[in-house]
C-alpha cells in the first residue's frame, strides 16, 4: 500500500481524490464528473490551457464555507481541500453573458448545429438556454471572404469567434507556426504566415486546426461538421510505423471522412496528412477488382476459381519439377499480422520451403539483426511516450517531420521546450535546423562519427561503470579499440567538425535521460548493422536502457513492418523469431503445422532476384509491395521478374511489379479489413473494418487462405480472430493477446499470459543476459571505392511528406496537387561546376542506369551530395541505385550511390533498360 496521503478536493460539496493526472480544477471536475459538467469554448485537452474566453469559469473556496473566488478552471491548478462549485445562479449568468458576446460575432444561420449538431458553440449556447443573439453589434468577421485555395481544408472565417484554439493546435501540436491572429480588438482575425491564401501557406495539411476548430471556422472538406454521417470506425493508420488511430465516417457505405479518436495513446488526436486526407486513394477507379491472368502478353479478366486453378497448376508443375525451393514469397509489410502469418505459412507449410521474406530486408533488417547480436532483441528498446521524458534526443539518419510526422511533431514540441537535439544527417532536415548539434556528415561515414563519439566519451572518464560492470560484457577489448582510433582521420572522412562531434558526445553522456531514435541513414548502408551494434554501445556505456526516457528506438518504417518480421517473414526466422535451422525449431513448427517443416536455409530477396535470373527460382509470389519501383537496379529487378515462370503479385493497383505479372490477384486495402499491425513502439493495435471489401476484391488473407485450401492444405476459413488465437499459441511474445484485449490503444509486446504488456524492454536484464559491446572500424562503401572516379557524386535517396513510398496510394489523392515529381537537390558549388540552375533538368546516372530529374540547387545537401526521392514511376529513381547492401543483412545500400549529374536541354524519358556495362559495375 502506498504510504503517501491521499490528497483530497471537493466538488460541489462531496469529496474527490485528486490523481497524478489532475493539473486543473477542469480536469479534475470533467474527469469525475464528465465533459458536460463545465462548458468550455476555448480549451481543448490537447492544448496548453489558455483561459480566454472564461466560459469554463467556477466559483472556487480554499476553506470550507470560506469566500469563493471565480476562476477559469481550465488554467488554475486544482488543490488540496479547494471547494470547488460548478454550477450556481452567478456562474450561469457569467457564462451566458459570454457565450452571447460570443455569438455576436457568429451568425445564428450558420448551419452546421441544425444538421448535426456538431458545433461546439452551439451545444454550450443551447446548453445554457441561449437561443438567439442579444447583442446587436456589428459581425467584426461578417464578409471575410472563403478561403478555398486548400487541398483538404476550407477558412470560413464567418464562423469564427477568435477562440484561437486553430493557432495554438498549429503551434504546440504540430509545431508548424503557420496561423497567426492579426490585428487588435475587432480587427484581430485568423491570417496565415505572409498572409498567403491557405493554400498557399508553408501548411503542412495535418488538419490539426480544422480538428480542434468549434465552429466549423476552418473544417476538413470531407469533414465539415455540418454533415451527418451513419457511423464512425476506430482502425488504425496504414502508412508509417507511428501507427496513428484513426476514425472513418462512413455515409452509405463509403468512407467520407477519415479523423481522429479523442483517446489515442499513440497519436492523442493528431495524425499527418497521409493519415487523415490521403485516404481516397481506397475506392479510386484505378483500384484492382478482378482476378488477371497474362495469356500472349495480354491481361484477360479470369474468375477467382480460374485463377486460383491456374496457380495451383503452375507451382505444382515447378515445385514437381524443381523442388518446392523453386517458389520464393515477398510478403507485406502493409498487410495485417494474421495475414503476414498465413502467408509465411503457406510458403513454408503449403509449398515447403523458407524462401520467404518481406520488405524489412531492404529497411531495417540491420536494426533487427544488429539489436539482436547486442541485446538479443531486434526491436524498439522504449514507447514513443518516453519522448516526454527524455532530456536529449539523438536522431541518427532519420527524418522523422516527413516520415513519421507525429513522432517528429512530438520531438520538435520538445526540442523546442529546451530539451537538448544531436542530428546526424547530411541533409538540413527539419529537426537539423533545430538541432544543437547538427553533424552534416558524408553519407555512409556513421561508423566513424560513431566512433568518435565513443572515444570521446571514453576519453574523458564519462561512461556509467557500474552499468558497464553489472550489465555489459566485453569492455576490456571495447575499450582498447575505440581509443587507438584517430580522430583526425576519421573527422576528414566523415567530413565533420571535430569539437563538434566532441560536445555533442559529451552531451549524450553527460543528459539525465538521452533517448536515440535512427532511420534508413542508418541501416541502408554497407556498414548499416555495424552501425545499429555501435548505436547500442553508445547506449550501453551511458547507462541509456532499461528505463523511461532511454533506449535505442529505430523509427520502422512500415505501417506493419515489425509485425511482419515478427510473424516470420524472414528466411532464416519463423513466427517468433526463432532459427529455422534449428532442428528443435523445425521440430515445433512440425508439430504446430501439421507438416514436415523445411531444413533448407531461405532466400532473401536479392538472393531471390539472382536465383531468378539464374533459373533456380521458377516462380514468384509477392504481396504488396512494389519492388520494381522500390528495390535498387529496377533493370536489374525487372530482367529477374521477366527471368520467372510464375508471377503471383497481390495488389491493390496496377503497380509497376504488377505489370510484369503472369496472375494478378486484388486484394483489399485496410479499410476494408479486420486483423492487427504493429507498429515501431511495438504496440499490437486492431484493425478494424470500415467498408465491405470493393465488389470483385478479397481481402488478402482469404485470398492466402484459399489458395492454402486449393493446395490441400487444411487451413480453416480466413477468420482475423482465429488466425490472431493460432499466433498466439505459437509466438511466445502473444501469449496474452485477444482482439478483445487489445481494446482501444493495444498493447506493447510482450504480452503475458495474463494480458500485461511491456512499454520498456531490459530493464533488468537483457535477453542475452549482458549486454555485449561490439567494435568496429570504419570502412570505405565499395560502391564509392569501386566507383568514383567515372562517378564523382554520392547520391543519398529518401522521402517526402506528401508521398508515401512507391506512392501507389497517395499518388491517387490531391497530395499530387501538392508535390508531383521526384527533385533532385544539388549544392552550389556542384551545381555551378555543371552549369545547372534550379528548374533545370539534369541526367542523373550511374554504372546501372539514368533518369531525368529537375533540380534543386540548394545548400540544404552537403557539397559532393545530390539528393533525391523514390516515389515516381515516371522518374524511376532506382534504376540508378546500386547493389551495395549491408554486409550482414544484405539491406540495400540507398544512401550511397555513386553518381553523376549532367544538364540535358530536353526532358528525356526514363527507360527501364540496364546499361551496357552494367555487369562490371554493380
Ligand atoms: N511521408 C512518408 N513517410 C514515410 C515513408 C514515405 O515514403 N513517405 N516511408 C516509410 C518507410 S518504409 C520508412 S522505412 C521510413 C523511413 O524514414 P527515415 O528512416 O526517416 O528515412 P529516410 O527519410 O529515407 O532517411 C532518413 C535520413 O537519413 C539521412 N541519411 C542519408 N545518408 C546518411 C548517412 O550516411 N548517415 C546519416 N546519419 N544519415 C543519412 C537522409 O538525409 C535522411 O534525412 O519512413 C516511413 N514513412
Ligand atoms: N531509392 C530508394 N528506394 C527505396 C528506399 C529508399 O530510401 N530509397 N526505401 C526502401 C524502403 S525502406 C522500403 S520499406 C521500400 C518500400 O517499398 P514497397 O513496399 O514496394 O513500397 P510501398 O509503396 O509501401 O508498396 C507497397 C505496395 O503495396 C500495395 N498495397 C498497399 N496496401 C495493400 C494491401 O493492403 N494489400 C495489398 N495486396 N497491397 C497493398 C501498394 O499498392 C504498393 O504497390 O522501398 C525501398 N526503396
Ligand atoms: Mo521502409
Known amino acids: 500500500m502506498s504510504s503517501e496521503k491521499r490528497k483530497i478536493a471537493y466538488i ?80 450561469t449568468a457569467l457564462r451566458k453573458n459570454i457565450v452571447e458576446l460570443v455569438l455576436t460575432d457568429h451568425p445564428m444561420e450558420c448551419g452546421t448545429c441544425e444538421v448535426n449538431n456538431n458545433c461546439e458553440l452551439q451545444d454550450v449556447a443551447n446548453d445554457l438556454g441561449i ?38 493546435a498549429c503551434d504546440e501540436i504540430q509545431g508548424s507556426f503557420v496561423l497567426t491572429m492579426s490585428g487588435r480588438g475587432f480587427e484581430s482575425k485568423i491570417t496565415t504566415d505572409n498572409d498567403a491564401l491557405f493554400g ?71 495524425t499527418c496528412i497521409k493519415g487523415r486526407y490521403a485516404f481516397g486513394f481506397y475506392d479510386h477507379p484505378d483500384r484492382l477488382k478482378t482476378p488477371l491472368i497474362k495469356k500472349n502478353g495480354k491481361f484477360e479478366e479470369a474468375s477467382w476459381d480460374e485463377a486460383y486453378d491456374f496457380i495451383k497448376k503452375e507451382l505444382n508443375r515447378i515445385t514437381k519439377e524443381s523442388g518446392p525451393d523453386a517458389v520464393a514469397g ?75 510526422p507525429v513522432t517528429g511533431a512530438k520531438i520538435k514540441q520538445q526540442v523546442m521546450k529546451g530539451k537538448k537535439l544531436i542530428v546526424l544527417d547530411p541533409i538540413t532536415t527539419e529537426l537539423a535546423k533545430l538541432a544543437d548539434y547538427h553533424i552534416k556528415l558524408r553519407p555512409g561515414t556513421n561508423v566513424a562519427v560513431l566512433n568518435m563519439m565513443l572515444h570521446f ?27 587507438r582510433q584517430d580522430m583526425d582521420h576519421l573527422a576528414k572522412v566523415a567530413g565533420v567538425d571535430k569539437q563538434l562531434v566532441k560536445e555533442a558526445a559529451i552531451a549524450y553522456a553527460t543528459a539525465k535521460n538521452s533517448m536515440e531514435f535512427h532511420g534508413l541513414g542508418v541501416t541502408e548502408q554497407e556498414q548499416g548493422s555495424k552501425t545499429v551494434m555501435l548505436i547500442a554501445d553508445l547506449a550501453m556505456i551511458t547507462g541509456n536502457i532499461g528505463r523511461k526516457g532511454v533506449g535505442v528506438n529505430p523509427l520502422r518504417g512500415q505501417n506493419n513492418v515489425q509485425g511482419a518480421a515478427d510473424m516470420g517473414c524472414q528466411p532464416h526466422q519463423g513466427a517468433g523469431y526463432f532459427e529455422v535451422a534449428d532442428e528443435k525449431v523445425q521440430n515445433f513448427y512440425t508439430e504446430k503445422y501439421g507438416v514436415v517443416h523445411p531444413t533448407k536455409a531461405g532466400l532473401k530477396i536479392p538472393e531471390m532476384f539472382d536465383g531468378a535470373i539464374n533459373k533456380e527460382v521458377k516462380a514468384v509470389w509477392i504481396i504488396g509491395e512494389d519492388i520494381v519501383q522500390t528495390d535498387p537496379n529496377s533493370a536489374h529487378v525487372v530482367q529477374a521478374m521477366n527471368s520467372l515462370e510464375l508471377l ?74 482465429q488466425v490472431l488465437a493460432e499466433i498466439a499459441d505459437i509466438v511466445p511474445f502473444f501469449k496474452g493477446v485477444t482482439r478483445e484485449r487489445l481494446g482501444k490503444m493495444g498493447l506493447q509486446w510482450p504480452v503475458q499470459e495474463d494480458g500485461t504488456d511491456t512499454q520498456i524492454l531490459h530493464k533488468e536484464t537483457f535477453k542475452l543476459g549482458k549486454g555485449r559491446l561490439k567494435n568496429f572500424d570504419w570502412k570505405e562503401s565499395t560502391e564509392i571505392e569501386t566507383n568514383k572516379k567515372e562517378y564523382p557524386l554520392i547520391l543519398t535517396t529518401s522521402r517526402v511528406l506528401q508521398h508515401y513510398n512507391a506512392a501507389t496510394m497517395t499518388r491517387r489523392t490531391s497530395n499530387i496537387n501538392i508535390v508531383s515529381e521526384d527533385l533532385l537537390l544539388v549544392h552550389p558549388n556542384d551545381a555551378n561546376k555543371r552549369e545547372l540552375n534550379t528548374g533545370d533538368i539534369g541526367r542523373l546516372y550511374s554504372g546501372r542506369g539514368e533518369v531525368a530529374l529537375k533540380v534543386e540547387v540548394t545548400d540544404k545537401v552537403k557539397e559532393g551530395i545530390v539528393f533525391t526521392t523514390f516515389h515516381f514511376p515516371e522518374h524511376m529513381v532506382n534504376m540508378v541505385t546500386g547493389h551495395g547492401k549491408d554486409e550482414e543483412t544484405m539491406c540495400a545500400e540507398y544512401k550511397v550511390s555513386a553518381v553523376e549529374v549532367q544538364k540535358i536541354s530536353n526532358q528525356f524519358k526514363t527507360e527501364i533498360k540496364p546499361k551496357e556495362n552494367q555487369a562490371e559495375v554493380n
Not at 50 to 66: F, I, N, P, W
Request: a negative charge.
Open 457 to 483: 566519451i571514453l576519453k574523458a572518464n564519462l561512461y556509467d561503470k557500474d552499468f558497464v560492470r553489472d550489465r555489459t560484457e566485453g569492455f576490456a577489448n571495447f575499450i582498447k579499440e575505440i581509443e
Open 12 to 91: 460541489d460539496g462531496k469529496p474527490y481524490e485528486i490523481g497524478p493526472n489532475h493539473t486543473s480544477v477542469l480536469n479534475f471536475v470533467k474527469s469525475y464528473l464528465g465533459e458536460k459538467k463545465v462548458p468550455t469554448l476555448c480549451d481543448d485537452p490537447n492544448l496548453a490551457p489558455y483561459g480566454a474566453c472564461r466560459v469554463c469559469s467556477v466559483e472556487v473556496a480554499l476553506v470550507k464555507d470560506g469566500p469563493t473566488k471565480v476562476v477559469a478552471s481550465c488554467h488554475t491548478p486544482v488543490g488540496e481541500n479547494q471547494y470547488i462549485f460548478t454550477n450556481n445562479e452567478n456562474l
Open 200 to 270: 498557399d501557406s508553408s501548411c503542412v495539411s495535418c488538419g490539426a486546426c480544422a480538428h480542434t476548430c468549434p465552429t466549423d471556422a476552418i473544417s476538413d472538406v470531407y469533414q465539415s461538421k455540418s454533415v451527418a454521417v451513419d457511423k464512425k470506425v476506430r482502425t488504425t493508420c496504414s502508412y508509417c510505423g507511428v501507427g496513428c488511430n484513426l476514425e472513418a465516417s462512413i455515409k452509405d457505405n463509403k468512407v467520407v471522412a477519415i479523423s481522429t479518436p479523442k483517446e489515442s495513446e499513440v497519436n492523442a488526436g493528431h
Open 330 to 404: 515477398i510478403s507485406s509489410a502493409r498487410c495485417t499480422n494474421e495475414e503476414n502469418y498465413v502467408f509465411q505459412k503457406m510458403i513454408r507449410a503449403a509449398i515447403g520451403t523458407n524462401n520467404i521474406d518481406c520488405c524489412a530486408r531492404i529497411c531495417h533488417s540491420p536494426t533487427a539483426w544488429g539489436m539482436q547480436q547486442t541485446f538479443g532483441t531486434g526491436a524498439a528498446t522504449n514507447s514513443t511516450e518516453d519522448i516526454y521524458h527524455a532530456d536529449l534526443f539523438m536522431v541518427i539518419g532519420a527524418n522523422p517531420t516527413n516520415a513519421h
Open 648 to 721: 503471383v503479385v497481390q495488389e491493390i493497383f496496377m503497380s509497376e511489379t504488377a505489370k510484369l505479372a503472369t496472375v494478378v490477384l486484388p486484394g483489399t486495402t485496410f479499410l476494408e479489413k479486420n486483423g492487427t499491425f504493429t507498429n515501431t513502439e511495438r504496440r499490437i493495435q486492431r484493425v478494424n473494418r470500415a467498408v465491405p471489401p470493393l465488389p470483385g476484391t478479397k481481402t488478402d488473407g482469404t485470398i492466402v487462405t484459399d489458395m492454402m485450401q486449393k493446395l490441400g492444405f487444411d487451413q480453416p476459413e480466413y477468420d482475423a480472430d
Open 131 to 168: 437561443s438567439d443573439h442579444r447583442y446587436n453589434t456589428p459581425k467584426q468577421h461578417k464578409g471575410i471572404p472563403r478561403d478555398t485555395s486548400h487541398d483538404y481544408m476550407r477558412m470560413n472565417l464567418d464562423n469564427c469567434i477568435n477562440c484561437g484554439r486553430c493557432v495554438r
